[in-house]
């Protein structure tokens, strides 16, 4: 099934950059606020993390377009009553289709799936001191979706609100985390180099 999902959107994702018109590279920035969701997650509470990487913005008109990014995104979630931290530190692909409201500037939409890979997770305790865990209790592979808004600017700057979540678990079957996803709202600066 995960295989299929991510066919898929590498197929779409393909068709739609050899039919575009105009293509924008960029640089994007931003904090998370991440936790768990799903079963078990009473004690889960929101944490901030880092986000930022490239972008490539392939455009079809003035308002549609179909943005691709590879970010590297800290993730993860704080334990309510501890000072226990997990941090889950990815690679994330997102594909989102974007319609902007005005002539390829000012307000936009955007969605789409994500896949990310999983570089390093790690627990911490309140003296900063970390706690060794089982790296192949968690899943490599995260899938998930991406819905976001936001503004651009003419000149190529934009400052957008997303929400992210995974259809995947955090953890394997089994194992630590198996009914956790990961949930995040992010506020990214972006610059895409060329505008207008």
Not at 67 to 77: N, V
Not at 152 to 169: K, M, V
Request: proline share 2%; no cysteine; hydrophobic share 35%.
């Amino acid at each position: 099934m995960k295989k299929t999902i991510l066919s898929l959107a590498l197929l779409v994702g393909t068709a739609a950059v050899a039919n575009a018109q105009s293509t924008r590279f960029g640089v994007k920035a931003g904090v998370n606020y991440t936790t768990f969701s799903g079963d078990n997650v009473d004690n889960a509470k929101y944490k901030f993390g880092a986000v930022g990487g490239l972008a490539a913005n392939f455009g079809f008109s003035e308002s549609l377009s179909l943005q691709t990014e590879l970010l590297y995104s800290q993730k993860g979630t704080e334990i309510k009553g501890s000072d226990y931290n997990f941090k889950l530190n990815y690679i994330e692909l997102p594909i989102m289709f974007r319609y902007t409201l005005g002539d390829g500037n000012g307000p936009f939409l955007q969605a789409g799936p994500q896949i990310g890979y999983l570089a390093k997770a790690k627990l911490s305790d309140g003296n900063g001191k970390n706690i060794d865990l089982d790296n192949d209790a968690y899943q490599n592979i995260a899938l998930g979706y991406v819905a976001a808004i936001g503004y651009q600017l003419p000149a190529g700057l934009s400052i957008e609100g997303r929400f992210n979540g995974d259809i995947n678990s955090v953890g394997k079957d089994g194992d630590a985390n198996d009914q956790q996803r990961n949930r995040v709202f992010s506020l990214q600066l972006g610059y895409m180099f060329g505008g207008k």
